[in-house]
Nanobody, 121 residues
């Protein structure tokens, strides 16, 4: 089970950190990812953390967003800096028990409920 939190209303240029708390004892073996979905758009990849420690980011967020994970707390984070209005979306965390951090939605078995991020201009 995944529980995402930390969303809110911010202004352009602000920062926000999202959290995704996972239940279970195998978090460290999972591949984890963040996706987002803006109104009337498809869900898109934001970034991921593979279980070997490697990271991957979408070009649209590279250099502004950073993913980290605390395996002891079974929690995934998304630090978002220099936010833009086009970052407005519902953000979802996802987990792949196979340990991969792939870019497509159907690679993930588990999803959090989503947390809304709104960036005003």
């Amino acid at each position: 089970q995944l529980q995402a939190s930390g969303g809110g209303l911010v202004q352009a240029g602000d920062s926000l950190r999202l959290s995704c708390a996972a239940s279970g004892r195998t978090f460290s073996t999972y591949g984890m990812a963040w996706f987002r979905q803006a109104p009337e758009k498809e869900r898109e990849f934001v970034g991921s953390s593979w279980n070997d420690g490697s990271m991957d980011y979408a070009d649209s967020v590279k250099g502004r967003f950073t993913i980290s994970r605390d395996n002891a707390k079974s929690t995934l984070y998304l630090q978002m800096n220099r936010l833009k209005p086009e970052d407005t979306a519902v953000y979802y965390c996802a987990a792949d028990p196979r340990g991969f951090g792939r870019r497509w939605t159907n690679a993930y078995d588990y999803w959090g409920q989503g947390t809304l991020v709104t960036v005003s201009s």
